[in-house]
């Protein structure tokens, strides 16, 4: 499976039809693993291109519109379709306008990156991860507040919630296995709204 060619494949056919919905925290199916294994294939190839984050904190990125622009509108095309109509009804209908190119956060045992993520929110109006391996230990993301976490939930699962204040989240420790693989995504608040790579819905 191509992750560029074959995108529309890799939607889970229960994306925006299976939603569970925590303490605000909207889960759903969002790719097939066959799709995940994929993606996370194609990142090794391309490992050179991850980059160290330069704030505080070490996680290697990779922007996917850098990646391919192409995959970046079928992946915005993805979250209009099947996430903003569940996002409109649970949150308020005007709260998912568009995105800001979204990354893959890499966690790793055997480089500089680091293999952890403090508790921290985010500085966007509603944020998006999307689990994309489980072959490791440790590495779950979590939610101190609304008492849940990632780790029983399929690979291909999607978690979105409020970015900033309310929903505030840390990746626990990496102990062993493979590297962990995750997709993070981001609303435009107003602010981000002229930046370039946005697209708007």
Avoid at 43 to 62: A, G, W
Avoid at 128 to 156: A, M, S
Avoid at 161 to 166: I, M, N, S, V, Y
């Amino acid at each position: 499976m191509d992750p560029i060619i074959d995108y529309e494949r890799g939607i889970h056919p229960l994306c925006g039809k299976d939603v569970k919905v925590h303490k605000d925290i909207i889960i759903t199916p969002f790719y097939t693993k066959e799709y995940c294994d994929s993606l996370i294939q194609y990142c090794k190839k391309i490992d050179n291109y991850f980059f160290l984050s330069e704030d505080q904190y070490t996680n290697k990125s990779l922007w996917m519109h850098m990646f391919s622009q192409i995959w970046y509108w079928k992946y915005a095309t993805h979250c209009k379709e099947y996430l903003k109509p569940v996002i409109d009804k649970e949150y308020w209908e005007h709260s998912y306008k568009g995105i800001s190119p979204p990354f893959i956060n890499k966690y790793s045992l055997n480089e500089e990156s680091q293999d952890d993520m403090p508790l921290h929110c985010d500085e966007s109006g509603i944020s998006i991860v999307v689990k994309l391996n489980d072959d490791f230990e440790g590495g779950d993301l979590v939610f101190p507040r609304q008492e849940i976490g990632n780790k029983d939930f399929p690979v291909g699962t999607i978690f979105i919630f409020p970015g900033w204040a309310t929903h505030p989240h840390y990746v626990s420790k990496l102990t062993a296995g493979n590297d962990r693989y995750s997709l993070v995504g981001f609303s435009i608040p107003p602010s981000w709204e002229d930046s370039p790579n946005v697209i708007k819905f």
